[in-house]
Structure formats: structure tokens, C-alpha cells
């Protein structure tokens, strides 16, 4: 990701209603998911880009440790007081048991050995780590959104789940979300792909229109608390290390 990449993403993540409001129900999730008496005192955002997630949750996990791929981040983030590493996800440079809590936004879709990615997580995460995930949801809406965001493919909850498994850990929560979005974004990728862009869908939108979404989809929390959607456009899945069997 070059610098004006950087510059819109970072702008995106904090102001954008499909990103704002993905970060708001995440967090909930993680406070109405993971046990009170489980204390959670190391975390590690694989991708952090620009850090606006550790943010989001530095009063639930003090201890923050980022980690992207990209060069440029190590610039980006040298003022946020968050130690960051350049790093590849399948040989993350830490130590076997290093975190209590993990989060990948957003990354394993760019993985091509994904199931590396989730092994690693397992490994440097301590006895009764946590894991946290999004990811884009279902092939059916694959296109050049996907294309220009590097995305190797999109998941279903059970191939998702199944991963998870094999890689040692436990899934604790795993549901879709945005469902009332899955039907209009499937038209419009199929109808209205977006043009060659640095970030496919995404754009600046109204204000007000940005402010009307941004309530909409953070609604979600509530309903997420007590069951799981069963369609949506992306997925959350939330797993603790440690075996279903």
C-alpha cells in the first residue's frame, strides 16, 4: 500500500459507515462474547494498517502490538505509542504463548495459505487466548471489489469454522452480518461493478446518507447478541484456542 493509498484508507476507516460502523459491532461482540473473569492483558492486530481498531478497543486491551505486511506503516504509526512490526502473517515474529487476544480484520482473504495464518495465531497465543475475525462472505458476491482489494476469496461460515478447527482453536461465535446489504450488493456487482479504483466500492459518501448507514448497521449489535445471522455480506467468528472435541 503506497502513501496515498494509506492516506485514503486511513480516512475510510474513520469516517466511512460500512467500515465505522463493522468496528463498532465487532467490539460489542467481543464484550458480549468473551467471559468477564477471562482478562485479557497482550493483544496483536495482524494488519493494523493505520491502527483505527486498536483504538476502538484500547480501553478493553491495553497492551497493544500491531503488525502489517507493509513498509510504510512502520512510518504511519511511529507517533501512536502502539509498537508495530513489519511482518509476514504466516511467520508471525513472536513467541510461542506471547498474547492473550487476537484480532485479524480483514486479512485472511489476502492470504493464499490462510490455514498458516490461523496455525500462527494459534501458536502465539496463550492458554485461554482469543481469536477475532472478519471476513468477506460468500463466493456468490466475488467481483472487482474483490479484485481490487487483493482478495484471494470469500468465505462461508462453515469452510470458516472448519479452518478453525483443524488449526486448534475452539469457535465460540461465528455469524454473518449486514444481511438486509446482501441482496443489493449482489445486484449492484453484478449490475454495477465498480470501476478501476483503489478501493473497488468504496467512496465518499453524503454525510447524511454516511450518518443514516452508519446507525443502521451498528443497530445489528442488538440483534447479534442473541442469535446468528444466517446471510450477510461479511462474517464475524470469534474462538478461543483450544480444541471442540
Known amino acids: ?17 460500512w467500515i465505522t460502523s ?24 495482524i ?7 486498536l483504538g476502538h478497543i484500547k480501553d478493553t486491551v491495553k497492551d497493544q502490538f500491531g503488525m502489517d505486511l507493509n513498509q510504510e506503516i512502520l512510518y504511519y504509526m511511529q507517533d501512536s505509542h502502539v509498537p508495530v512490526v513489519a511482518s509476514n502473517a504466516k511467520a508471525l515474529p513472536f513467541k510461542n504463548e506471547t498474547f492473550s487476544f487476537i484480532s485479524a480484520i480483514d486479512i485472511l482473504e489476502h492470504v493464499d495459505d490462510d490455514v498458516k495464518v490461523l496455525e500462527e495465531c494459534n501458536r502465539v497465543l496463550g492458554l485461554n487466548g482469543w481469536l477475532l475475525i472478519s471476513v468477506p462472505a460468500f463466493r456468490v458476491l466475488f ?25 486448534g482453536f475452539r469457535v465460540e461465535k461465528a455469524t454473518y452480518v449486514q444481511p438486509f446489504f446482501f441482496v443489493p ?3 449492484k456487482r453484478r449490475l454495477f461493478p465498480p470501476k478501476d479504483s483503489l478501493f473497488g466500492d468504496f467512496g465518499r459518501p453524503n454525510p447524511i446518507v454516511n450518518r443514516i448507514l452508519h446507525n443502521l448497521l451498528s443497530s445489528e449489535r442488538y440483534f447479534v447478541r442473541y442469535f446468528n445471522f444466517p446471510i450477510g455480506s461479511t462474517l464475524f467468528v470469534l474462538a478461543s484456542k483450544g480444541s471442540d472435541s
Open 47 to 53: 494488519g493494523c494498517a493505520t491502527g483505527i481498531f
Open 185 to 187: 450488493l449482489l445486484l
Open 22 to 45: 463493522k468496528y463498532k459491532l465487532l467490539r460489542d461482540l467481543m464484550t458480549h462474547n468473551i467471559p468477564k473473569s477471562v482478562k485479557l492483558t497482550r493483544m496483536l492486530d
Open 143 to 167: 467481483g472487482k471489489h474483490d479484485e481490487c482489494f487483493g482478495h484471494y476469496r470469500r468465505y462461508s461460515r462453515r469452510e470458516m469454522v472448519q479452518k478453525l478447527r483443524s488449526s
Open 1 to 17: 500500500m503506497d502513501k496515498e493509498r494509506l492516506i485514503q484508507y486511513d480516512w475510510l476507516s474513520k469516517n466511512h459507515w
